[in-house]
Nanobody, 122 residues
Framework: QVQLVESGGELVQTGGSLRLSCTASGENMFDHYLGWFRQAPGKEREFVATISWSGTRIDYVGSVKGRFTISRDNAKNTVYLQMNSLKPEDTAVYYC???????????????WGQGTQVTVSS
């Protein structure tokens, strides 16, 4: 059983930066996509970013392109999300994900973390 533990969420001002981290345990993440989704109050869970094992395939939702950067350290079974130029609309609970297949759809994700709150004040 895979466990994903996120950290790094906090309150930040508009224009600020945060780096989220997520470490996987219980199973080697070889050949798994790691990624991030988010869910704002009253909204559906939304795909944010994903990265393949080799790092050769990376994808972002349009609203974060140019501001967020996803990366991973396979030796540490850890994925990161560097978030710059944060906006109030980035406020959400951010969930780490792991999946054998590429998928921007929440219904096809195999494993979820418990979430970490990111709040961007205006």
């Amino acid at each position: 059983q895979v466990q994903l533990v996120e950290s790094g969420g906090e309150l930040v001002q508009t224009g600020g930066s945060l780096r989220l981290s997520c470490t996987a345990s219980g199973e080697n993440m070889f050949d798994h996509y790691l990624g991030w989704f988010r869910q704002a109050p009253g909204k559906e869970r939304e795909f944010v970013a994903t990265i393949s094992w080799s790092g050769t395939r990376i994808d972002y939702v349009g609203s974060v392109k140019g501001r967020f950067t996803i990366s991973r350290d396979n030796a540490k079974n850890t994925v990161y999300l560097q978030m710059n130029s944060l906006k109030p609309e980035d406020t959400a609970v951010y969930y780490c994900t792991a999946s054998k297949f590429y998928s921007p759809l929440a219904t096809l994700i195999g494993y979820w973390g418990q979430g970490t709150q990111v709040t961007v004040s205006s």
